[in-house]
């Protein structure tokens, strides 16, 4: 099982069940999600197995339009 913390920022980082957050993050004010996560993609299960952390910004981005004058 896995546990989802968000930040200000829209980032999430993903850890085992239980982990205490990397040195590297604590700095960052992270909440944990409501309900407990039992299921991940292949790539943040293997990125938790092999570094003990998944991190991933969830910013939206959006399309840039210049306006030429």
């Given at each position: 099982?896995?546990?989802v913390y968000r930040n200000d920022r829209r980032d999430f980082l993903v850890l085992s069940t239980g982990s205490?957050?990397?040195v590297l993050y604590s700095?960052?004010?992270w909440r944990k999600g409501r309900k407990r996560v039992l299921k991940v993609s292949d790539e943040i299960k293997s990125?938790?197995?092999a570094r003990g952390y998944y991190l991933r910004s969830v910013r939206a981005t959006k399309p840039r339009i210049i306006e030429v004058a």
């Open positions: 099982m896995f546990d205490a957050i990397p700095a960052h004010k990125a938790v197995h």
